[in-house]
């Protein structure tokens, strides 16, 4: 199918396959509820983005899309980031702080990654959602909010709540209209107009002009796995073109390590995902010295999703 691109607040959505119009076409109904949603998939498949396309289709789009990454914020800062705080609420709150829920005013709160999120911190959550309103630290007064609120989660929310990290009172109050964004590697006929659309943001921040793939090249794209989804290709894009003095990108122009990491399904007997996930990650950490940082970023995960798979796949 041809590929059709959606511009969205700074970047586009492409879709190309089956399986994302699907996605799309769900999301396009949730857009017209208020109902909250919750989107699931790995890091890098594009849920933000999706986010993004059911608030910009909703009656809410002229006013604030806010979001905030439940795996980034620290504990001890994230109650205030969420509800807000009165002058002298604590040491250094030296201005009132107004919170993601009131911010988001009239229009749309993404709270993305919410099962990264401590206990404690979800049943405030839990309240706020159910009562409609927010108390700021130190406040004497209760305030109302009005928000849609979009979830996101890496994880398979059943089994978080089975592991004790994940309250499924939360879950069912968030999961009203779920969402699942398939990974990369399910969206193979996509992967060609993806590229091609990376290929032409990155040479114009890189001020170059490449305007396509050798076929080498794109045969060498389609087969890769993508553990890091979306994310991933459009790092391994950014780097080709740096790398490419002429007018197109060829095998040559792809890092060794996704050389390597190519699977030929074939010629292999079946073998689990979460082994070929756990060869991978060990391959780029021992191609970045062990550096977790710049191996993340090469994965196109977070540095706090890397430390949770090292730690599942006991690499820590």
């Not at 404690?120 to 406040?139: I, N, P, S, T, Y």
């Amino acid at each position: 199918m041809s590929a059709t691109i959606i511009s969205l607040a700074h970047r586009r959505l492409v879709i190309a396959d089956s399986k994302m119009c699907d996605v799309l076409h769900l999301a396009k109904r949730a857009a017209k509820t208020q109902s909250p949603v919750l989107l699931c998939g790995e890091s890098g498949s594009g849920k933000e983005l999706i986010a993004r396309y059911i608030h910009d289709e909703s009656s809410r789009k002229q006013k604030p899309f806010i979001s905030i990454n439940c795996a980034a914020v620290p504990d001890g800062l994230m109650e205030s980031e969420l509800f807000g705080h009165e002058r002298g609420a604590f040491t250094g709150a030296v201005t009132q702080h107004l919170g993601k829920f009131e911010r988001a005013s009239g229009g749309t709160l993404l709270l993305d990654e919410v099962s990264e999120m401590s206990i404690h911190l979800q049943a405030k959550l839990l309240r706020v959602l159910q009562e409609g309103e927010v108390d700021r630290l130190g406040g004497k007064e209760t305030v109302s909010i009005n928000c849609r609120v979009i979830s996101t989660t890496n994880r398979e929310p059943k089994e978080s709540i089975a592991r004790g990290n994940f309250r499924e009172d939360l879950f069912y109050r968030i999961n009203v209209i779920r969402i699942d964004c398939p990974p990369l590697r399910h969206r193979e006929d996509a992967i060609e107009a993806l590229a091609h659309e990376f290929l032409t943001q990155s040479s114009q921040r890189q001020d170059k002009i490449i305007n396509s793939f050798r076929a080498d090249a794109m045969t060498q794209l389609k087969k890769n796995l993508w553990p890091g989804n979306i994310r991933e290709l459009q790092n391994v894009i950014e780097r080709a073109v740096l790398l490419c003095d002429g007018n197109r990108i060829g095998s040559e122009h792809l890092e060794s390590w996704l050389k390597e990491s190519q699977i030929k399904l074939e010629h292999k007997p079946p073998v689990r995902l979460e082994d070929l996930e756990k060869s991978h990650i060990l391959e780029v950490l021992n191609q970045t010295d062990g550096n977790r940082t710049v191996a993340a970023d090469q994965l196109g995960i977070s540095g706090r999703t890397l430390r949770n798979k090292l730690k599942l796949y006991q690499l820590s």
